[in-house]
Structure formats: C-alpha cells, structure tokens
C-alpha cells in the first residue's frame, strides 16, 4: 500500500536548521509530487510548499521563502523538508504528503514529525 | 492568496444526524477543492477531490458539492468516527490554502 514515513521529533533552539525526511512506498516515487504542510499546537493546517519528484521543481509559500529548500532522493524514494533560522513560531507539526495525479489534493499523509524550536 | 473560511467553527450534532459543513472561497476555485478529516493525534486523511468525488475507501456517508466559490460537505448520518475536525483546500491557484477547520462534536 501506499505509505509515508517520516523521521523522527526534532528539538532545536532558535536559529538552527531541522532536516525532515518522508520516505515513500508502494508507488512510482517520480511519477507523483510531494507537498510539506505543518500544523501549530492546536492551530489549522498551513501549506509551506510542493516539489515535483519527477525534475525537482519546487513551490514554496511565500512567508518561508528564503528559509526552506525541499529536495528528493529518487534513488531512495526520500523527500526532505530543510527549515533555517528556526523561531518558537516554527514549532509545529511537519507532514509530508502525496499529491493527488496531475492535481494538488494530498493523499496520503505521512504521520508527522513534532519540530520543538526553544531555547 | 485565497483565503478560504468555514463555517461554522464548532458543530453539534447527535449520532445518526446529518451535519452541513460550508466552505467559501475568496475567489473562484473552480471544482479544485478538497475535503480532510482529522482526528486528535492523526495525520489529516483525504475525503473528497474535485469538490465532490470521494477518495477512495470513503464511505457514502461522505458527500461534496458546490463550484466556485461555494462548497458544501454533508455527512448523511453521523457515526461515531465521524467526530472529527474537517478541513477544505484549495488547490487552483498558489498558495494552495486551507480553511480554519469545522470541529464536528457529539451534542
């Protein structure tokens, strides 16, 4: 079946970096797009971004541009989410998700990676 | 950006009841619009694409309708899974966007 797994929570302090990594199964890694949303304690979900797996173009929300970079590893059918210059409004949960065919619904989730930015 | 609200915030209903779930957008989206579901410690799960086709997997119970600006989720007949948070999307224009979330709890 189709499955996302991400890696695990991630504890930093203002102004580091987090790498998040969701490795992909059970389908043609290149053939669907990978977006990363994150969702604040008790707060609705937020789209930061979109890379195509299939020749790494990206989209990314404007309020993180400039602090986020997505990429692929098509050899191992990873995709990682990069955050720079971490703030404690970044605490969040960070999902990876598969985007729909030729389309920008997201289906499945990965499970979530919890990112703690405090000092 | 499009900015998507639903309504209402918090919804109570009794099991077995229909509930009505309302999303617009700020401008058009065309049918370029998804529904999630999600439980407390659970990723968001896909429910409906394309304004009303349902993902697979979802039950029937599930319904989406609405083009434009308006959109409706109806759930026919509450179950006791189905208390939940409920998320739109939509995808037509960058950013993709997110409604605040309808919370559907048991009355």
């Known amino acids: 079946q189709v499955q996302l797994v991400q890696s695990g929570a991630e504890v930093k302090k203002p102004g580091a970096s987090v790498k998040v990594s969701c490795k992909a199964s059970?389908?043609?890694?290149?053939?669907?797009?990978i977006s990363w949303v994150r969702q604040a304690p008790g707060q609705g979900l937020e789209w930061m971004g979109w890379?195509?797996?299939?020749?790494?173009?990206?989209n990314y929300a404007q309020k993180l541009q400039g602090r986020v970079t997505m990429t692929t590893d098509t050899s191992t059918s990873t995709a990682y989410m990069e955050l720079r210059s971490l703030r404690s409004d970044d605490t969040a949960v960070y999902y990876c998700?598969?985007?729909?065919?030729?389309?920008?619904?997201?289906?499945?989730w990965g499970q979530g990676t919890l990112v703690t930015v405090s000092s | 950006e499009i900015v998507m609200t639903q309504s209402p915030a918090t919804l109570s209903v009794s099991p077995g009841e229909r509930a009505t779930l309302s999303c617009r957008a700020s401008?058009?989206?065309?049918?370029?619009l998804a529904w999630y579901q999600q439980k407390p410690g659970q990723a968001p799960r896909l429910l409906i694409y394309?304004?009303?086709t349902r993902a697979t997997g979802i039950p029937a119970r599930f319904s989406g309708s609405g083009s434009g600006t308006e959109f409706t989720l109806t759930i026919s007949s509450l179950q006791s899974e189905d208390f939940a948070v409920y998320y739109c999307?939509?995808?037509?224009?960058?950013?993709?966007?997110f409604g605040q979330g309808t919370k559907v709890e048991i009355k």
């Open positions: 999307q939509q995808y037509n224009y960058w950013p993709w966007t």
């Open positions: 394309g304004a009303s």
């Open positions: 998700a598969k985007a729909g065919a030729a389309a920008g619904w997201f289906d499945p």
């Open positions: 401008q058009s989206v065309n049918s370029n």
């Open positions: 059970g389908y043609t890694f290149t053939s669907y797009a």
């Open positions: 890379i195509s797996t299939y020749n790494g173009n990206t």
